[in-house]
Structure formats: structure tokens, C-alpha cells
């Protein structure tokens, strides 16, 4: 047992070292992230005009979404993950997975954490420079402490399904020598439905309660809405079981594709 989280821990430290070789590639994406919010604010701000509310929340409170939306995407968001795993698997180098008794999604999930983590750090030095100017529009909901200890986890989880759909699509290069459309396929549906674009609860109320049984929903959107008050706590619960159901979901189709794919695979060059 101690030997196997050696492995992984090993895995996570070489990707740490690989990310912190780009950190600045991080913090100046995170600067212009920056402008992205400027960008949001012009247009919410122009949006609220003449109005108090929209989807019963105050214009304090939708900015308080987009502030909380940007480190999200960096502590948790699968990135580019999909892309690497068809490299690996194009080149070659899965190849040395097959000899070796390493799980090849835990190895690539350590190398995601890895990323996360500096990537998430970065991003919170130019959000710190920018709180100054930003704070007067912010709002922190009264019960912020159950929020933050019930936040938490669905980031967490948050983190698992966005990586294992991205480890999915990935794996689909055992079939396609191509997944560049698929990818950005899945990436349409998910800045649509995982609530990156605008709060989720501005759709219509069937498709809202629609996107609630989707992955995509538990990608930004329910984390975002546990810790900005969009989420009444009474609906965190279930909302917690419905995405540890997709995680279970997920892991499975994951499995049968790599078992699948391994059946298709011929091994050269690594």
C-alpha cells in the first residue's frame, strides 16, 4: 500500500517540478484573466441597468460568481489533460504503462493535481492585487462557514469529473488519430452548461433542472454556487450524491475504454 502512493507521490512531485518550470506561463495567464472580469463587469453592469435583480440575485451577487468562477478554472480545471493523454498514446510512451505496474490514471491524475495546485496558487496573486478594487462588489453570504466546509468537497469532486471526462476523451486516440473536434465539442457544452458563461440558474427552469442531472453541471457551477449562496444548503446534499454518482459513472466508462483501447493498440516507439 505504501509502495503504491510512493509511486504516485513520486509522479505528483516530477509534475510539480514540470509545472513550476512554466509558473510564469500561469501567472501571466492569470493576469489577463484579469481582463476577463473587467470584460464581465462591463457587461453584467450594463445588464443590470434599471434593474435590482436578475434571477433574484443583485448585481453584487453575479460578480461575486464570476470572482469566484476565475480560481476555480485554475484549481480545477482540466486544461489541456485530454490533449496530453492522446500524445502519449500517439508517440508511444504509453507504452512504458503497459511494462510497469503503474495505474496509468492515477499516474495522470497525480500529474493533474500537480498543475492544479501551482496554477491555482498563481492565480491568486493577481486576484490579491486586484481585491482593492474589487471588494466593494463582492458579497460574502451569512452562513459562509457551512458553505466553505460543504465547498470544499464539491470542489474536490469538481476536480475528479472535469479530469475523467478529459482522461475519456483522451483515450478515444486508440480509435480517432484526431480528437481535436471532440474536444471542442465538449468544450462548448461545458462553458454552456457548466455555468462559465452565465450562472445556470438564469436558463429557463426546465432545462435548469435538466442540467442538474448532467456532468456539466458539477464541473464550476455547483462549487461556484455552494460558496457564493446561488445553492440553498438544504439542496447540497443530494447535489453531493448526484456527482459522487457520476464520478462512480465516469470511472467506468473510463475503465472500458481503456480496456478497449489496449485491445486496439499496437505498440510502437515509446
Not at 471526462?165 to 465538449?186: D, P
Not at 454556487?225 to 470511472?251: D, H, K, M, N, Y
Request: proline share 4%.
Amino acid at each position: 500500500m505504501l509502495a503504491s502512493i510512493a509511486k504516485y507521490r513520486a509522479a505528483f512531485a516530477v509534475g510539480l517540478q514540470s509545472n513550476l518550470v512554466y509558473r510564469w506561463n500561469f501567472a501571466v495567464r492569470g493576469l489577463f484573466s484579469l481582463f476577463h472580469l473587467v470584460v464581465v463587469f462591463t457587461l453584467w453592469g450594463a445588464a443590470f441597468a434599471g434593474q435590482t435583480a436578475i434571477g433574484g440575485f443583485d448585481l453584487r451577487q453575479t460578480m461575486t460568481y464570476f470572482v469566484i468562477i476565475l480560481p476555480l478554472s485554475f484549481m480545477i480545471g482540466a486544461f489541456n489533460e485530454d490533449y496530453q493523454i492522446s500524445e502519449e498514446i500517439r508517440n508511444g510512451m504509453i507504452n512504458q504503462f503497459l511494462l510497469k505496474p503503474v495505474n496509468y490514471y492515477a499516474y495522470r491524475f497525480s500529474v493533474f493535481v500537480s498543475a492544479r495546485l501551482v496554477s491555482g496558487l498563481l492565480v491568486l496573486l493577481p486576484l490579491a492585487l486586484a481585491f482593492p478594487f474589487l471588494k466593494d462588489t463582492l458579497v460574502i453570504p451569512d452562513d459562509w462557514q457551512w458553505r466553505l466546509a460543504l465547498g470544499l468537497p464539491a470542489m474536490l469532486l469538481s476536480a475528479v469529473v472535469q479530469f475523467t471526462i478529459a482522461y475519456c476523451f483522451g483515450l478515444l486516440t486508440f480509435w480517432f488519430l484526431e480528437i481535436q473536434s471532440f474536444v471542442i465539442l465538449s468544450m462548448a457544452v461545458e462553458v454552456l452548461l457548466g455555468g462559465q458563461m452565465f450562472p445556470l440558474d438564469l436558463l429557463p427552469t426546465w432545462l435548469f433542472e435538466l442540467s442538474r442531472y448532467l456532468p456539466y453541471y458539477y464541473m464550476m457551477y455547483f462549487p461556484a454556487a455552494i460558496f457564493t449562496g446561488r445553492l440553498p444548503l438544504s439542496e447540497i446534499g443530494s447535489g453531493l450524491a448526484i456527482q459522487a454518482g457520476w464520478i462512480a459513472v465516469l470511472l467506468v466508462i473510463a475503465q472500458v475504454l481503456w480496456m478497449r483501447g489496449l485491445r486496439k493498440h499496437t505498440a510502437v516507439g515509446g
